[in-house]
């Protein structure tokens, strides 16, 4: 075979059988995915056969929206039909601009509740992955996981708003690896990346699901603690440093031990008008009080 054989073959097109399903989404319940609002790329799956959608804390979706009412519309599922109804509220409910009272969604129908738009998807749309992972990657840190700040400073508003709506009770924890740097110049930032990853899933294994974590900066992590009191947030940092202290995170050959230092707010001692940033700035003076006494230990 002469060259311009060879090049003739390269230039062949493959041929190669394609495998639909292997793009196709899993057979799962349909979806609402948020496309504009302050959720954006949130995804709800409709995974019980009713679901309320309002601001209220009993909806089942919840969203942050003046503009929509406590309990705006109802989804109603039955396999992958879905059925939307208005409850009467206050602004309307609409589906591809149109006002509605009662109607079954289509794949790929918009669904405008007061600001927010959400987006219909049935559970074999291929497009669901793809809200899944956008979601994934808008809303995490790669390193470690946790939610990066600018998800975390978004949900932080929004849980600021409900604590000081419904007066209830708000804890912050600013968690910062107590001589981070000595772990970088000892083993390397390879090992320090290491460190972040596996403080972040001891936490992340051990809040419960309606706490939201994340990666504040650095080596400085953020908790969020709604509707728990100063008492119930002390236990959990307490056992969040317990549980970072006796850990033996390994890395090759070698083992590295460190610890944590926990600074913690609580909306309790701020009054009922307080703005967001008088609860960081507590957790942050707080945290500082924690480092200038010695260490892993919590400071309230």
């Known amino acids: 075979m002469d060259v311009r054989d060879i090049v003739a073959e390269r230039k062949t097109t493959l041929v190669t059988p394609i495998r639909l399903g292997k793009l196709d989404a899993d057979d799962g319940p349909p979806c609402l995915v948020v496309i504009y609002g302050p959720l954006l790329a949130r995804r709800f799956m409709l995974d019980h056969a009713e679901q309320t959608i309002g601001r209220s804390d009993d909806s089942e979706i919840r969203i942050d929206d003046d503009a929509a009412s406590r309990s705006h519309a109802r989804v109603v599922v039955s396999g992958r039909r879905a059925t939307l109804v208005d409850l009467d509220s206050t602004n309307g409910t609409f589906v591809n601009e149109t006002p509605v009272r009662e109607i079954e969604l289509r794949d790929g129908d918009l669904v405008q509740i007061g600001d927010t738009i959400f987006k219909f998807l049935s559970g074999g749309n291929v497009e669901t992955k793809y809200h899944q992972e ?167």
């Open 134 to 300: 956008m979601y994934r990657m808008t809303t995490v840190d790669g390193l470690t996981q946790a939610y990066n700040r600018r998800y975390f400073m978004e949900t932080f508003e929004r849980e600021v708003q409900r604590a000081r709506r419904y007066r209830r009770e708000l804890c912050l924890v600013m968690i910062d690896i107590d001589h981070f740097k000595i772990v970088n110049d000892t083993w390397g930032h390879l090992a320090g990346d290491h460190v972040l990853r596996e403080t972040a899933r001891i936490i992340a294994d051990s809040i419960r699901q309606e706490d939201v974590f994340g990666r504040y900066g650095g080596e400085e992590f953020a908790l969020l603690l709604p509707e728990v009191g100063l008492a119930g947030a002390l236990q959990v940092c307490e056992r969040l440093r317990q549980k970072i202290a006796a850990a033996t995170m390994k890395f090759g050959r070698d083992e590295i031990r460190i610890t944590a230092s926990f600074g913690l707010a609580s909306t309790y001692s701020l009054g009922d008008a307080f703005a967001a940033v008088e609860l960081i700035d507590r957790a942050d003076e707080k945290l500082y009080d924690a480092k200038r006494q010695g260490r892993d230990r919590v400071a309230t």
